[in-house]
């Protein structure tokens, strides 16, 4: 029983910050679920991967919708992106499944420490209007470039897709901060359903039906209201609280992988 109930805290912390991280910022669920199912409960680093990136489908999924619904998600510039993606996520998880998972895990860590950092001293204020102004080549351009990337890294490590996507839709592509979220969990839907069919196709262990269960649940409870809480905020203060618990995740994984 206690075993059980040692186990149920660790989905439940895991859910909230994957839950809370893709709501907020699209962060990858597989950046916080990944790696605390390895630490604490000794699960294997592919499968825990495969677990993460199925949490992250109807988180991604559900946040998207409510983005959606506030008329902060970019389909038309975002499809091309979403195509390559995937194309990559298969390679990156196929390659994944050859090399030890930790080898960019710390890249991932690093990221999400320092895109927090960014959002607190050096916030998104961009507009709507400002990324209108680009020409339609340079946008497929810049999304097929960035789409190989964020997809290969989706699918090698199943953690940092989702800060990539962030990183790249706000300082490269222009997005302000509401709408670079709403269309990076449209893509990481479908991404993250790519890869954890891929994973669980490829990995040679039983699949843990209880970490699976609970790590879905709660990274969905979470990212619901995460999110909805994300399109009522004013974007000052979006950037701040995004920027505050992209650093304590970056901060509390950091401190989880050195455990």
Partial sequence: MREFLTELLVYLVAGLGAGVGTGLSGLSAASVISPMLITFLGMDSYMAVGI???????ASAVSAYTYGKNDNLDLKNGKIMLITVLIFTLVGSYAGSHIPQNTMGSFSLIMTTVLGIKF?????????EVNAQKSRWVKIF??????????????????????????????????ELKT???TS????????????SSHFALSETLVDFSALFFCVLFTFIFAQLSSKFANKAKPSTLNRVTGFVLTALGILMFSVKGL
């Fill in 52 to 58: 993460a990136l199925a949490s992250d489908v109807l």
């Fill in 142 to 175: 810049q999304s097929i470039f960035c789409g190989v990337v964020i997809g290969f890294i989706c699918g090698f490590v199943g953690a940092g897709g989702g800060m990539m996507m962030l990183m790249i839709l706000t300082s490269i592509l222009g997005y």
């Fill in 180 to 182: 670079a979220v709403g």
């Fill in 120 to 128: 607190i001293f050096k916030p998104v204020m961009t507009t709507k």
């Fill in 185 to 196: 969990v449209f893509i990481m839907t479908f991404t993250a359903f790519v890869g954890a």
